[in-house]
T-cell receptor, first 117, second 116 residues
Framework: DSGVTQTPKHLITATGQRVTLRCSPR?????VYWYQQSLDQGLQFLIQ???????AKGNILERFSAQQFPDLHSELNLSSLELGDSALYFC????????????????FGQGTRLTVV | GNSVTQMEGPVTLSEEAFLTINCTYT??????LFWYVQYPGEGLQLLLK?????DKGSNKGFEATYRKETTSFHLEKGSVQVSDSAVYFC???????????????FGKGTKLSVKP
C-alpha cells in the first residue's frame, strides 16, 4: 500500500459527460501529480500541484482541469469526454516537488480506470 | 527536451534466466533515474533509483547503474522468478528548482513474462 488513495477505482460514463477523479496523497506529501496511462500513449504527465498551487503542466487537454485543496487532496476534472479519453488515470504524491532533494520519489495510487462509451 | 527510451517488449524468459531491460535517456541538468514496476491490476511501485552518476540502485535482486557517459540506466537481474512478471518502466526525474518542470518522465514500459 503506497498510502495514496484514488477514488473511484472504476468509472464508466458516456461521451460528452463530465467526471471528477479524486486523490488523497500520502500523509505529509505536499506535491500531487496526475498521469494518464493509455495503450497508445503510455504514461503521460498531465499536471503537478505543490501545496495548493499549480507547479507544472504537461500534456493536459483544455477540457481537463485540476486543483489541490487546502487539505492537500486533489481532484482531476474531465469534461466533454470523448472515447479517446478512456484510460487509467494515476495520481502520485511526493514530499518536495520532484527533483528537489536527493531522495525524492513519487508514490502512486492504484489508479482510476475511466471508460467512455 | 527530456526523454526516456526503453526497449520494446514483450520479453519472455524462463525462470532463473538473466534479465536485461535497456533504458537510455536525454536530459538537461542532473536528473534522478528510477525504475518503477507495475504488477497486473495495480499501480506503479518504485523498484529502485539512482540520484547521481555512477550510483547503483538495487532492490529485490534487481540492479541498475546510472551511467552518465552512455546516458543509460539498464535494469538487470541475475535470476528471474515467475513473480517478477510485470511491466517495468524506466523514468527520469527532473528538478523544478529554478522554474524547470519537476515531474517524472516515463519510458513506454517493457512487459516481462517469466515462464516456469
Amino acid at each position: 500500500d503506497s498510502g495514496v488513495t484514488q477514488t473511484p477505482k472504476h468509472l464508466i460514463t458516456a461521451t460528452g459527460q463530465r467526471v471528477t477523479l479524486r486523490c488523497s496523497p500520502r500523509s505529509g506529501d505536499l506535491s500531487v501529480y496526475w498521469y494518464q496511462q493509455s495503450l497508445d500513449q503510455g504514461l503521460q504527465f498531465l499536471i503537478q500541484y505543490y501545496n495548493g498551487e499549480e507547479r507544472a503542466k504537461g500534456n493536459i487537454l483544455e477540457r481537463f482541469s485540476a486543483q489541490q485543496f487546502p487539505d492537500l487532496h486533489s481532484e482531476l476534472n474531465l469534461s466533454s469526454l470523448e472515447l479517446g479519453d478512456s484510460a487509467l488515470y494515476f495520481c502520485a504524491s511526493s514530499v518536495p516537488p520532484m527533483g528537489m532533494g536527493m531522495n525524492t520519489e513519487a508514490f502512486f495510487g492504484q489508479g482510476t480506470r475511466l471508460t467512455v462509451v | 527536451g527530456n526523454s526516456v527510451t526503453q526497449m520494446e517488449g514483450p520479453v519472455t524468459l524462463s525462470e532463473e534466466a538473466f534479465l536485461t531491460i535497456n533504458c537510455t535517456y536525454t536530459a538537461t541538468g542532473y536528473p534522478s533515474l528510477f525504475w518503477y514496476v507495475q504488477y497486473p491490476g495495480e499501480g506503479l511501485q518504485l523498484l529502485l533509483k539512482a540520484t547521481k552518476a555512477d550510483d547503483k540502485g538495487s532492490n529485490k535482486g534487481f540492479e541498475a547503474t546510472y551511467r552518465k557517459e552512455t546516458t543509460s540506466f539498464h535494469l538487470e537481474k541475475g535470476s528471474v522468478q515467475v513473480s517478477d512478471s510485470a511491466v517495468y518502466f524506466c523514468a527520469l526525474g527532473t528538478s523544478n528548482y529554478g522554474g524547470s518542470q519537476g515531474n517524472l518522465i516515463f519510458g513506454k514500459g517493457t512487459k516481462l513474462s517469466v515462464k516456469p
